[in-house]
Nanobody, 124 residues
Framework: QVHLVESGGGLVQPGGSLRLSCKVS?????????VGWLRQAPGKEREGLLC???????YYADSVKGRFTISRDAANNMVYLRMISLRPDDTNVYYC?????????????????WGQGTQVTVSS
């Protein structure tokens, strides 16, 4: 059974940074799969942020390019999202997700497995 659990969300001031973590179970080796991060605010559409192919090729949404970075620790089945220069409009619920394939096919919100999400609030 596939299970994804995000952690690391919280309150951060504008301009600050945060690292989200995602523990993936039931999919090994994790570096066989495309992994990504998305976000969704209440009443708004889900937004794909980053997606990393199995080979490490990464796709970025324009809204986070240069500020957010995805990484993977396949040995420990972890996926990370490093966020810097955070802005109030980054306030959202952030989701870790996996595609049951080695390719992302670009930035989108079509993933096969999802976590429960973690809240990030950017405010002074």
């Amino acid at each position: 059974q596939v299970h994804l659990v995000e952690s690391g969300g919280g309150l951060v001031q504008p301009g600050g940074s945060l690292r989200l973590s995602c523990k993936v179970s039931g999919l090994t080796p994790l570096d066989y799969y495309a992994v990504g991060w998305l976000r969704q605010a209440p009443g708004k559409e889900r937004e794909g942020l980053l997606c990393m192919n199995a080979d490490g090729t990464t796709y970025y949404a324009d809204s986070v390019k240069g500020r957010f970075t995805i990484s993977r620790d396949a040995a420990n089945n972890m996926v990370y999202l490093r966020m810097i220069s955070l802005r109030p409009d980054d306030t959202n619920v952030y989701y870790c997700a996996v595609i049951d394939h080695h390719l992302c096919g670009g930035i989108h919100d079509e993933f096969d497995y999802w976590g429960q999400g973690t809240q990030v609030t950017v405010s002074s």
